[in-house]
């Protein structure tokens, strides 16, 4: 293991059942790790740091990673995600498990998803691709205050849907829930005032196939996109 000082690349390469601890701001900067699956056997990488970017390569085991300020990426991970910001951007690659992503303000980018995710980000876009069987219950929960939600399913994703779009009348966009899903669509007539902010709700739902999965979409001004591939 070496670490080096503010303004350096904190490099860890991990072989066993880690859990990582950074807190002094001397190693706030990033941190780099890759955990071994032949050797992690022992359970999941937990990485929590007062502030910097974290950089996780590998997690066969599962992991939790916590930041109080920058981005996390996530490379591979099977088992399950467990990932916060308190502000930055969250990515991850290709996730066999359970996703669990949350920034305070940044966006979230989860490139494959092979179980369920829930995602939520106080402000930014989020982008959501759901890969694999469609046999096992995977259920999608994505909200954001302030931006475009994209999620795309397998073709034969069965899934009951709930979209709720929020926006406000100070903005002049005019905010759409794209789709070809056949989804039954409606926007309310009034404004509603008891948020502050006046705003109106464009509101979709739906089944499609079984419903098997639960799928609820959350976001104040800007698009949703469901697409199936």
Not at 106 to 119: H, L, N, R, T, Y
């Amino acid at each position: 293991m070496t670490m080096h000082k503010a303004g350096t690349l904190l490099s860890l390469i991990l072989t066993g059942a880690i859990s990582v601890t950074l807190t002094g701001c001397e190693y706030s900067e990033s941190a780099t790790l890759q955990q071994s699956d032949e050797t992690s056997n022992s359970g999941p990488l937990t990485i929590q740091k007062m502030g910097g970017e974290i950089d996780v390569q590998d997690a066969p085991r599962g992991t939790t990673l916590t930041t109080m300020g920058g981005d996390i990426h996530l490379g591979n991970v099977a088992s399950f995600a467990k990932v916060k910001t308190m502000g930055g951007n969250i990515a991850i690659d290709h996730a066999k498990g359970s996703v669990n992503a949350t920034t305070m303000g940044g966006k979230i980018d989860i490139a494959q998803a092979s179980g369920s995710v829930e995602a939520t980000t106080m402000a930014g876009n989020i982008t959501a691709r759901m890969v694999g069987s469609s046999s096992a219950r995977r259920d999608i929960s994505l909200s954001s205050n302030a931006g475009t939600i994209l999620l795309t399913v397998p073709k034969d994703f069965p899934m009951d849907v709930r979209v709720t779009l929020a926006y406000t009348k100070n903005d002049d966009k005019a905010y759409r829930i794209i789709e070809s899903l056949g989804l039954s669509q409606h926007t309310t007539e009034e404004w509603d005032n008891s948020h502050g902010t006046p705003r109106k709700y464009i509101y979709a739902e739906g089944r499609v196939g079984s419903g098997m999965n639960h799928v609820e979409i959350k976001t104040i001004n800007g698009d949703v996109i469901l697409r199936r591939e």
